[in-house]
């Protein structure tokens, strides 16, 4: 995982795996089944070193031999929050490193005259202070979706809180860090710009189209 200059709260994996996977999914000619199997794969690998730095504590366990002390990771149960549609296609791919983690979910489009975004749904589990928050969607473009979401978690208690996406926008990722600097944005990518229609370049197209074969 690297910083980037400019950007300081950005980590851009850069994992071999992931950064394969990704010119997989960037390429146009990646079926729909191929391209959910990479942001699945992708995710997985992201969250891994997404929760490089959960606390651990130490616990007692019995092996077939004798009484030893281990550790397991602390406090309440991490909570994946992807926003809808395209956030949807990271949460399997996390759950299976972390099987107890809860899931909450943020209704959100974005607006194709206006690129701001619409929210029609929001569910998160209760006692979100004491909670650590991943906040799921492979596309940071304008990070309007993105304050949003983040925005609404905060005014539900959230106070740790993740971003993790696959391909961010310049644009985007200093909207989110303006907005809410303690949020720490990870991701596979750093592209070079938004094109007129607030798509990221040369990004991957889509997302939720290209995930779900709506187009
Ligand atoms: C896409 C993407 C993000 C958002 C990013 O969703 O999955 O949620 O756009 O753009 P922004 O950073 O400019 O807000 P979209 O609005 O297409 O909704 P969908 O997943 O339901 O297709
Ligand atoms: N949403 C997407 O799915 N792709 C983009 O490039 C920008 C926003």
């Given at each position: 995982?690297?910083?980037?200059?400019?950007?300081?709260?950005?980590?851009?994996?850069?994992?071999?795996?992931?950064?394969?996977?990704?010119?997989?999914?960037?390429?146009?000619?990646?079926p729909?089944?191929?391209?959910?199997?990479?942001?699945?794969?992708?995710?997985?690998?992201?969250?891994?070193?997404?929760?490089?730095?959960?606390?651990?504590?130490?616990?007692?366990?019995e092996?077939?031999?004798?009484?030893?002390?281990?550790?397991?990771?602390?406090?309440?149960?991490?909570?994946?929050?992807p926003?809808?549609?395209?956030?949807?296609?990271?949460?399997?791919?996390?759950?299976?490193?972390?099987?107890?983690?809860?899931?909450?979910?943020?209704?959100?489009?974005r607006?194709?005259?206006?690129?701001?975004?619409?929210?029609?749904y929001?569910?998160?589990?209760a006692?979100?202070?004491?909670?650590?928050?991943?906040?799921?969607?492979?596309m940071l473009?304008?990070?309007?979706?993105?304050?949003?979401?983040?925005?609404?978690l905060?005014?539900?208690?959230?106070?740790r809180?993740?971003?993790?996406?696959?391909?961010?926008?310049?644009?985007?990722?200093?909207?989110?860090?303006?907005?809410?600097?303690?949020?720490v944005?990870?991701?596979?990518a750093?592209?070079r710009?938004?094109?007129?229609?607030?798509?990221?370049?040369?990004?991957?197209?889509?997302?939720?189209?290209?995930?779900?074969?709506?187009r």
């Open positions: 995982m690297h910083t980037t200059p400019g950007f300081p709260t950005l980590r851009i994996v850069d994992h071999p795996l992931v950064q394969h996977k990704l010119t997989l999914l960037r390429d146009r000619t990646t729909t089944k191929i391209f959910k199997e990479l942001v699945d794969e992708i995710a997985t690998l992201m969250a891994y070193e997404a929760t490089g730095d959960l606390a651990l504590e130490p616990v007692p366990v092996t077939p031999l004798e009484s030893t002390m281990g550790r397991r990771v602390m406090g309440k149960k991490l909570t994946l929050v926003i809808l549609r395209a956030g949807l296609g990271m949460v399997e791919g996390i759950c299976r490193l972390v099987p107890s983690a809860r899931v909450g979910h943020i209704g959100l489009y607006d194709h005259e206006t690129l701001r975004p619409v929210d029609y929001f569910k998160v589990p006692d979100a202070t004491e909670r650590d928050f991943f906040v799921l969607d492979p473009a304008t990070g309007g979706s993105a304050v949003a979401a983040v925005t609404s905060k005014r539900a208690g959230a106070q809180i993740r971003f993790l996406c696959l391909v961010a926008a310049p644009e985007g990722v200093q909207h989110l860090a303006k907005a809410h600097p303690d949020v944005v990870l991701c596979a750093l592209d710009e938004l094109n007129g229609s607030g798509y990221i370049l040369p990004g991957l197209g889509d997302a939720g189209d290209r995930l779900f074969g709506t």
